[in-house]
């Protein structure tokens, strides 16, 4: 074992109860990610670790989400969570890499049009899914994607450390809004109200995905890392919306003024958000069945990256389309934006 960040780091052949350290594959907030072997079977597996004696301890709270989305294959296999005497661990199936690690990978670090689009009709169905489960993720991020072959839905929707339940179980109802909250998620795809320490609702989980759209289609956004908190608060108050998404076909400002018109806890329409993505698709010419970018790496390339060998297939994929329509009646509701610039100029 060695140490980093004051963390134990475990090295390949280490033991933590009946599986075998692999290799890292990943680091958190506040937990490491590796990959390993059950020795009561030989199969692999995803294991997240942290320190039992952290001050800031989360996967008990993950495990028990995690336990919750089990009736869904948009959201990671769980196997087992566990104790020793330094640790906690939560055993997961093991998946591809990010579509953020995977667009790295890419001659031009960005995604095609085709992809894009493709992945972000997978991404809205992985998040409205989670938000059906009664839960917003508030972490939306390329990065909380990972790539999962032999699927009709090749994603799945991970790291639950910032999520809360958002729907009260004995009303089914949203929890009532709540009061300086303090920051959650990643600033470089959170939304305005979260830079403003507002309470999240399901909104802002859509509008993260519509920053990271941005990101795999440019493969940058505007205000680069976002590790300026300040100066990103502000450009993503003043940047006009058709300058933010210039890049994407223009059915995403429709998108984006639905969302910026949704009251905390008004449910989004995310089929009309789906239609209207399958419709730029149409525009576009763009066909589910066209190869992902990710299936014209080589093989060298995916094993250098990948925890897994084999990436997805669009062939492979069961997109459902349905015809689409306007958005236009939804977005017309009353309110005023708290999400984001709503100037169309």
Same mark, same amino acid.
């Given at each position: 074992?060695?140490?980093?960040?004051?963390?134990?780091?475990?090295?390949?052949?280490?033991?933590?109860?009946?599986?075998?350290?692999?290799?890292?594959?990943?680091?958190?907030?506040?937990?490491?990610?590796?990959? *390993?072997?059950?020795?009561?079977?030989?199969?692999?597996? !995803?294991?997240? *670790?942290?320190?039992?004696?952290?001050?800031?301890?989360?996967?008990?709270?993950?495990?028990?989400?995690?336990?919750?989305?089990?009736?869904?294959?948009?959201?990671?296999?769980?196997?087992?969570?566990?104790?020793?005497?330094?640790?906690?661990?939560?055993?997961?199936?093991? %998946?591809?890499?990010?579509?953020?690690?995977?667009?790295?990978?890419?001659?031009?670090?960005? %995604?095609?049009? =085709?992809?894009?689009?493709?992945?972000?009709?997978?991404? *809205?169905?992985?998040?409205?899914?989670?938000?059906?489960?009664?839960?917003?993720?508030?972490?939306?991020?390329?990065?909380?994607?990972?790539?999962? $072959?032999?699927?009709?839905?090749?994603? *799945?929707?991970?790291?639950?450390?910032? @999520?809360?339940?958002?729907?009260?179980?004995?009303?089914?109802?949203?929890?009532?809004?709540? !009061?300086?909250?303090?920051?959650?998620?990643?600033?470089? %795809?959170?939304?305005?109200?979260?830079?403003?320490?507002?309470?999240? =609702? /399901?909104?802002?989980?859509?509008?993260? /995905?519509?920053? =990271?759209?941005?990101?795999?289609?440019?493969?940058?956004?505007?205000?680069? @890392?976002?590790?300026?908190?300040?100066?990103?608060?502000?450009?993503?108050?003043?940047?006009?919306?058709?300058?933010?998404?210039?890049?994407? $076909?223009?059915?995403?400002?429709?998108? /984006?003024?639905?969302?910026?018109?949704?009251?905390?806890?008004?449910?989004?329409? %995310?089929?009309?958000?789906?239609?209207?993505?399958?419709?730029?698709?149409?525009?576009?010419?763009?066909?589910?069945?066209?190869?992902?970018?990710?299936?014209?790496?080589?093989?060298?390339?995916?094993?250098?990256?990948?925890?897994?060998?084999?990436?997805?297939?669009?062939?492979?994929?069961?997109?459902?389309?349905?015809?689409?329509?306007?958005?236009?009646?939804?977005?017309? @509701?009353?309110?005023?934006?708290?999400?984001?610039?709503?100037?169309?100029?």
């Amino acid at each position: 074992m060695s140490t980093r960040r004051d963390r134990i780091l475990f090295t390949p052949n280490d033991k933590i109860s009946h599986y075998t350290i692999i290799k890292l594959l990943g680091q958190g907030g506040y937990g490491d990610i590796y990959a *390993v072997s059950d020795d009561t079977n030989g199969q692999i597996y !995803a294991m997240k *670790v942290e320190p039992n004696n952290a001050e800031r301890q989360g996967l008990n709270f993950e495990t028990n989400l995690m336990r919750r989305l089990q009736d869904s294959n948009l959201f990671p296999h769980f196997q087992e969570f566990g104790e020793t005497n330094t640790h906690n661990f939560l055993v997961m199936g093991l %998946y591809g890499p990010s579509i953020s690690n995977t667009r790295r990978q890419l001659q031009q670090h960005h %995604y095609t049009l =085709s992809s894009a689009l493709r992945i972000g009709l997978y991404m *809205v169905r992985c998040i409205k899914d989670f938000h059906v489960h009664g839960f917003i993720h508030r972490d939306i991020k390329p990065g909380n994607f990972l790539l999962n $072959p032999g699927s009709n839905n090749p994603l *799945v929707l991970i790291d639950y450390g910032l @999520s809360r339940e958002f729907i009260d179980p004995s009303t089914g109802m949203p929890y009532p809004e709540r !009061a300086h909250c303090g920051f959650r998620g990643t600033s470089k %795809y959170a939304s305005i109200s979260a830079h403003e320490n507002k309470d999240l =609702s /399901w909104k802002d989980d859509l509008i993260s /995905w519509m920053y =990271s759209m941005i990101e795999l289609i440019d493969g940058r956004l505007p205000w680069l @890392s976002g590790r300026d908190f300040e100066r990103t608060h502000r450009m993503k108050l003043t940047i006009p919306a058709r300058t933010l998404f210039s890049s994407l $076909p223009g059915e995403f400002i429709d998108i /984006w003024r639905h969302l910026n018109y949704l009251r905390f806890n008004e449910r989004p329409n %995310y089929e009309q958000i789906e239609d209207l993505i399958i419709k730029s698709m149409a525009k576009n010419n763009i066909s589910p069945s066209m190869p992902f970018d990710w299936e014209y790496l080589k093989p060298t390339v995916i094993r250098e990256f990948s925890p897994l060998a084999v990436l997805p297939k669009a062939s492979e994929c069961g997109m459902s389309i349905h015809v689409p329509f306007s958005l236009h009646a939804a977005s017309d @509701s009353p309110g005023t934006s708290q999400c984001g610039p709503c100037s169309i100029a």
